[in-house]
């Protein structure tokens, strides 16, 4: 979602936060997949990887075959849901071997969700209000379930969540003018990470106190 209007530095700048969120994202995949490899720990439920799976297979396809007409800000777009959409499958693959599946019917009810969307909204809006939303959904549920064990992965993992996320939400929300309809999901998405992490650091300092 490029404004015309926009001087080329503020471009710049919204570009360059897009890259660095992306990349939060991509540094949260990595935590996740070796935490899985080296722990067997899923660091979100199956339902979510299903719904994360389903959103960047669909953005990505969606990116790639309208590339030529597609802003420099969207084809950056583009790339990062294709980087995601690697990292999301390196990690199914590692949970796959820990003798973890995401079923089928999980990631047909997910692709539905992101349909349902696109049926009502231009894709830009489509794909962030439906990020935005479930990001929200599995936050909360991560937050509200029992601490992770606090190693360094899963700390790294929810702390980067959490910035990769604020940053889509300040630029969607705040920077390109005032938008509760990203604000509102996108600053919750937040609050639930940050819970989930001082939960997180609650339980190493209890374990530390014990041992």
């Known amino acids: 979602m490029t404004d015309q209007a926009e001087t080329p530095l503020k471009r710049s700048a919204l570009l ?3 890259l660095f969120g992306g990349a939060c994202w991509v540094a949260a995949y990595r935590e996740a997949i070796k ?3 080296e722990q067997g720990t899923e660091l979100l439920p199956e339902a979510a990887v299903a719904f994360n799976l389903a959103w960047e297979a669909i ?4 990116g790639i075959y309208t590339w030529k007409k597609l802003s420099l800000e969207d084809k950056a777009q583009t790339l990062i849901n294709i980087s995601w959409l690697v990292h999301d499958v390196k990690w199914l693959r590692a949970m796959r071997r820990r003798g ?9 009810l997910a692709a539905a969700y992101q349909l349902g969307f696109l049926a009502k909204l231009p894709p830009g809006e489509a794909a962030r209000i439906s990020a935005l939303w479930q990001n929200l959904g599995f936050s909360g549920y991560c937050a509200l379930a029992p601490p992770d064990k606090a190693d360094e992965h899963t700390r790294n993992f929810t ?7 604020a940053v889509p939400t300040m630029t969607s ?5 005032i938008q509760p309809k990203y604000l509102a999901p996108g600053l919750g998405c937040v609050l639930f990470d940050l ?7 609650g339980g190493r300092m209890s374990w530390r106190s014990r041992s």
């Open 159 to 165: 702390l980067l969540r959490a910035i990769g996320t």
């Open 35 to 37: 935490e899985t490899e």
């Open 59 to 62: 953005y990505s396809a969606g």
């Open 173 to 177: 929300g705040v920077l390109r003018g």
């Open 16 to 18: 360059a936060l897009k």
């Open 195 to 201: 819970i989930r992490l001082a939960r997180q650091e």
């Open 100 to 108: 973890t599946q995401v079923r089928p019917a999980l990631i047909v």
